[in-house]
């Protein structure tokens, strides 16, 4: 029989997603954070690249009754809006169904409204300001310093599940026990926030319900809504080089750069300039495990395991899934905490790789494809596909952010047979009327199974 209590390593969206889904079950949860409380007034600043809700984040929150005290922090968006260096717009929609929009919201605002959810529950308990400083495999207890008494312990891991990050203590322990075979991969490329205050009376000064993306071949800038009217900015780019962060140590540089690339939108932007020079760099990297648990006492759960980059907008949802499959696989068995953790990794392990995958690529599409005209028609050429054969052809960007019923490895597997077919009946055609629909549909007939059979 397994124990009914869980320590849960990391206060962030997953660890107390999670930690409110467990309570839930009637289980005891201590929940640890190295940081303060971020509701407090002396609260440490965190990461704010906004977080983009999609389908597998919308199940998690739905899964741990907390779905409709987050809607006050989303905004929708419908789409892309990419911005040319002339200064001319293109509108690229997500979807082509009413519900198929993505929602930003606030990182630091959605953790706090997590917070709350976990702290009303009387099973659960919060340690802030306690931080994991070792892991004793063979004593199988865990080191946690308490900072403000300066004062260490024990806990012991029956289990730990380690939600503690992209940087995780847990995760370096165990790899060096050679019980996880970690690797971290490092983009050459970072980013830094700036921000586009919110207009008279609060109103948006650009489009709210669309992502905004000013592509640029080898960087971007991107703007995400926030519900008070503001927008939240982030510039991705190479780290070296000619134009990158690293030329840009200036004022006059970097006013010289926004005027360049981003005349649109720069005079709208709270002091541009200073904030390239001055703002905090942020890493971009991958991590990818061979294993993500050790026997039932240690798991590695959402960043811990798997860290990704931003771009496709997935790495809070696909922490949520990874606390929705977790908690199904707990409720569809008595299995103790070894047999848990051993399905949940055989289920969810290649699924997080997809993604990983996914998110690099999208990167590219992002900052560079999307300026292609055929990135345009093969997009129409997905959507008319889809309309006639809905039980066969859906677009991987919506099978990844529209339909959580289909693991992220299935959409990666399918959406490769789709791009070749894209490819292959419009490369000699510039517009959809031009390409042989018929035909493609008659092709994708063949070459994809229906989607019920997953």
């Known amino acids: 029989m397994r124990s009914t209590h869980v320590n849960i390593l990391g206060a962030g969206q997953c660890g107390t997603l999670l930690a409110t889904m467990l309570a839930r079950k009637a289980m005891t949860v201590s929940l640890f954070e190295r940081n303060t409380d971020p509701r407090g007034e002396f609260a440490a600043a965190g990461r704010s690249i906004n977080l983009a809700l999609s389908s597998r984040g919308i199940n998690g929150l739905r899964q741990a009754g907390v779905l409709e005290r987050v809607g006050p922090l989303l905004v929708p968006m419908r789409g892309r809006l990419v911005h040319e260096i002339d200064g001319s717009t293109e509108f690229l929609p997500y979807g082509q169904r009413d519900e198929e929009q993505i929602y930003s919201a606030s990182r630091g605002e959605l953790n706090k409204l997590l917070l709350d959810a976990a702290d009303d529950l009387d099973n659960v308990e919060i340690h802030f300001g306690h931080a994991l400083t070792g892991y004793d495999r063979a004593a199988r207890h865990a080191r946690v310093l308490d900072i403000e008494a300066d004062n260490d312990y024990e806990i012991e891991a029956s289990p730990i599940i380690a939600a503690d990050g992209a940087g995780s203590v847990m995760r370096n322990a165990l790899h060096e026990s050679g019980i996880v075979g970690a690797n971290e991969i490092l983009l050459a490329h970072g980013y830094k926030e700036l921000v586009i205050p919110s207009g008279p009376d609060g109103a948006f000064q650009l489009e709210p319900h669309a992502l905004h993306i000013w592509p640029r071949g080898e960087f971007m800038l991107i703007a995400l809504p926030n519900p008070g009217g503001d927008f939240t900015l982030t510039l991705f780019m190479p780290n070296e080089g000619k134009v990158s962060f690293a ?19 720069a005079p709208l932007i709270t002091d541009p300039a200073r904030s390239l020079v001055e703002n905090p760099l942020g890493l971009l990297g991958t991590v990818r495990c061979q294993h993500w648990h050790d026997r039932g006492d240690v798991l590695l759960l959402g960043d811990a395991a798997h860290a990704i980059v931003p771009f496709h907008g997935q790495g809070m949802n696909l922490a949520f899934e990874d606390c929705v499959v977790l908690d199904r696989i707990l409720d569809g068995s008595d299995a103790g905490w070894d047999e848990v953790f051993r399905q949940y990794e055989d289920e ?21 494809t999307v300026r292609d005209p055929k990135f345009a ?14 039980d066969r052809f859906i677009p991987r960007y919506s099978m990844v952010m529209f339909h959580a019923e289909i693991p992220y490895s299935v959409a990666q597997q399918r959406g490769a047979v789709q791009e070749t077919l894209l490819e292959e009946f419009t490369n000699d055609a510039e517009t959809l009327a031009q390409v042989d629909i018929d035909a493609a549909a008659a092709a994708a007939t063949r070459q994809l199974e229906p989607v019920a059979t997953i």
């Open 247 to 265: 030329s840009l140590t200036t004022e006059q540089a970097a006013t010289e750069f926004m005027d360049k690339y981003f005349a649109d939108v």
């Open 377 to 390: 028609l093969r997009k129409e050429l997905s959507f008319e596909l889809e309309r006639r054969l809905p």
């Open 348 to 368: 969810q392990h290649k699924n997080a790789n997809a993604i990983a995958d996914m998110a690099l690529e999208n990167y590219v599409e992002m900052r560079d």
